[in-house]
């Protein structure tokens, strides 16, 4: 009869493999992860100036641009009612945002002095003028 040789591998040694299968695929999922944050942050700082919005104010209060140039509002402060970014005018008006971080860009598109203000804090308002490009 025939000798059977045992296979080496253990049950030690199967969950050390199954382990280093995990934990090769964490590394995959993490450098993945991490190629995105990248992405992100990437074109997240290719866009203009940033305005930040709380309560009490819009900083800066005053902003000078350039038709083209996109503003990104940024929300600081957690707000359960959210806020909402208007201009008198009527002509931006941005989604709610409730959390701090959440924000939202808009691109301004047409020479003029706009004057916007968060929907429920009338008086946290700022002045964008927008001229032509030279």
């Given amino acids: 009869?025939?000798?059977v040789h045992h296979c080496w591998i253990g049950r030690s040694h199967v969950r050390a493999f199954g382990r280093l299968?995990?934990?090769?695929?964490?590394?995959?999922?993490?450098?993945?992860?991490?190629?995105?944050?990248?992405?992100?942050?990437?074109?997240?700082?290719?866009h203009g100036p940033t305005?930040?919005?709380s309560h009490e104010e819009l900083k800066p209060a005053l902003l000078n641009l350039f038709i083209g140039t996109t503003?990104?509002?940024?929300?600081?402060?957690?707000?359960?009612?959210?806020h909402v970014i208007v201009d008198k005018a009527g002509t931006l008006e941005s989604p709610p945002l409730m959390m701090p971080g959440?924000?939202?860009?808009?691109?301004?598109?047409k020479e003029g002095a706009f004057e916007i203000?968060?929907?429920?804090?009338p008086?946290?308002?700022a002045r964008i003028v927008v001229v032509p490009k030279r």
């Fill in 1 to 3: 009869m025939p000798r």
């Fill in 21 to 46: 299968r995990a934990f090769s695929q964490s590394r995959v999922f993490a450098l993945a992860l991490l190629a995105i944050f990248i992405g992100v942050a990437g074109t997240a700082s290719a």
């Fill in 51 to 53: 305005i930040a919005v």
């Fill in 71 to 82: 503003v990104h509002f940024n929300n600081s402060v957690e707000m359960p009612s959210r």
């Fill in 102 to 109: 959440d924000g939202w860009h808009y691109t301004f598109e």
């Fill in 117 to 121: 203000y968060i929907k429920q804090h």
């Fill in 123 to 125: 008086n946290a308002k």
